[in-house]
């Protein structure tokens, strides 16, 4: 059974940084997709950035561009966001996610990829 564990969200001040970390448990699989996104209070889930566990692909929303920064490590199989400069529009829980297979580098961009969703971790920005 796939789990997902999300860390490192709190409240922080506009300009921040935060760096939240998602450990990934039962995949049997190496290369797959995993991602974060995001839903803040009353908006839709929106994708902020994925990449493929089998190296050489990754996505970024909207939200993400420019001041997110998304990895994996693949000894440890943990993916990490990197988030530089926050705002307070920033503020949203946030999961990470996994799903696909070998092909699914292709369908990055497409959040039906994602079957297995972690609890979501909290990010407050303030101004």
């Known amino acids: 059974q796939v789990q997902l564990v999300e860390s490192g969200g709190g409240s922080v001040q506009a300009g921040d940084s935060l760096r939240l970390s998602c450990t990934a448990s039962?995949?049997?699989?190496?290369?797959?997709?995993m991602g974060w996104f995001r839903q803040a209070p009353g908006q839709e889930r929106e994708e902020v950035a994925s990449?493929?566990?089998?190296?050489?692909?990754?996505y970024y929303g909207d939200s993400g561009k420019g001041r997110f920064t998304i990895s994996h490590d693949n000894v440890k199989n943990t993916l990490d966001l990197q988030m530089n400069n926050l705002r307070p529009d920033d503020t949203a829980m946030y999961y990470c996610?996994?799903?696909?297979?070998?092909?699914?580098?292709?369908?990055?961009?497409?959040?039906?990829?994602?079957?297995?969703w972690g609890l979501g971790t909290q990010v407050t920005v303030s101004s």
């Open positions: 996610a996994a799903g696909g297979d070998q092909e699914c580098w292709t369908r990055l961009w497409d959040p039906a990829t994602f079957s297995y």
């Open positions: 990449l493929f566990t089998g190296g050489g692909a990754t």
């Open positions: 039962g995949y049997t699989s190496s290369s797959y997709c």
